[in-house]
């Protein structure tokens, strides 16, 4: 099965500086590369994804960059603030047919921006 | 639309009493999933249905861990008999179809077997 890995387990960053999530996966076959922050006590929620046709995508102050061939995407953001802070999981999907795209989840990432 | 509707929010039981956690998806929605969420395990996959049917199964930690789905706006996560490793947050989201991908979770329960 799909394997994700995610990468740091924690992240510090400066009011204004960007911050840098990685994840690689295992599944060659996985397509679909969704990003979810989740605040202490809140549900996961979408902020961003990616599909494998596409090498990039950006809204407003953040990104994801996808490269098939090293089988690893990351989430950008920029000129970060306070509630950017949160756990932010990365999670891959391939197509399964007649089925819905079941979604392995990495192991999350606390991010922290200090003012 | 109300989102993704989960209860109880908060249950705290003692070790050997059934629960029951239930889920009322996104109006529409044929894909639902029951996920639980540690600390040492992060999010796990259970179970997820289409259309009511249940698809895969092969997350279920154990034969204590049950689900069902009746009809389209309704679905139980059941353990029987609790234990204190059952302790977690359980998550359950929906989606619209084959086609879509996304996935919209639900508030969660926060499950404490004493």
């Known amino acids: 099965g799909e394997n994700v890995e995610q990468h740091p387990s924690t992240l510090s960053v400066q009011e204004g500086d960007s911050a840098v999530i990685k994840c690689t996966y295992s599944d060659s076959a996985s397509n679909y590369f969704p990003w979810y922050k989740q605040e202490l006590g809140k549900r996961p929620q979408l902020i961003i994804d990616i599909r494998s046709n596409v090498g990039e995508k950006k809204d407003q102050r953040i990104a994801v960059t996808l490269n098939k061939t090293a089988k690893h995407f990351s989430l950008h953001i920029t000129e970060t603030q306070p509630e950017d802070s949160a756990v932010y999981f990365c999670a891959a999907s391939r197509d399964s047919s007649g089925s819905a795209r079941q979604l392995t989840f990495g192991s999350g990432t606390q991010l922290t921006v200090l003012p | 639309d109300a989102g993704v509707i989960q209860s109880p929010r908060h249950e705290v039981t003692e070790m050997g009493q059934e629960v029951t956690l239930r889920c009322k998806p996104i109006?529409?929605?044929?894909?639902l999933f029951w996920y639980r969420q540690t600390m040492m395990r992060g999010l796990e996959l259970l179970i997820y249905f289409n259309n009511n049917v249940p698809i895969d199964d092969s997350g279920m930690p154990e034969d204590r861990f049950s689900a069902k789905m009746p009809n389209a706006s309704f679905s139980t996560l059941k353990i029987q008999p609790s234990e204190p490793r059952d302790s977690a947050v359980y998550f359950c989201a929906s989606s619209l179809n084959h086609d879509t991908y996304e996935q919209y979770f639900g508030p969660g329960t926060r499950l404490t077997v004493t």
């Open positions: 109006s529409g929605h044929d894909y």
